[in-house]
Nanobody
């Protein structure tokens, strides 16, 4: 069974840093694009950053210059380094990836369970 397992959330003061990790596990043939989304209370889930298998990245305007997405293809893991955190970054952060399971001929969307990031002012 394929799943995405996240870690690294927590409580931090404004201006601080956190690093999120997300590892794809299970019987996997191929991992395509990977991304981080966040969802604040009462708001829709929004894209924070994405990265292709080849390393091309894309960021939401609100996090450019503060967050860095990276991945380790050998470990099927994506990271989100968050610096200079602001109270408005407070949200549940979700990992996303398109994954082809072993024996499958197509990519399926998978989501992590979510990890809470809280930034105090």
């Amino acid at each position: 069974q394929v799943q995405l397992v996240e870690s690294g959330g927590g409580l931090v003061q404004a201006g601080g840093s956190l690093r999120l990790s997300c590892r794809a596990s299970g019987f996997i043939s191929s991992v395509n694009g990977m991304a981080w989304y966040h969802q604040a209370p009462g708001k829709q889930r929004e894209l924070v950053a994405s990265i292709t298998y080849g390393g091309n990245t894309n960021y939401a305007d609100s996090v450019k210059g503060r967050f860095t997405i990276s991945r380790d293809n050998a470990k099927n893991t994506v990271y989100l380094q968050m610096n200079n955190l602001k109270p408005e970054d407070t949200a549940v952060y979700y990992c996303y990836s398109g994954i082809k399971g072993a024996g499958s001929d197509r990519y399926i969307d998978y989501w992590g369970q979510g990890t809470q990031v809280t930034v105090s002012s």
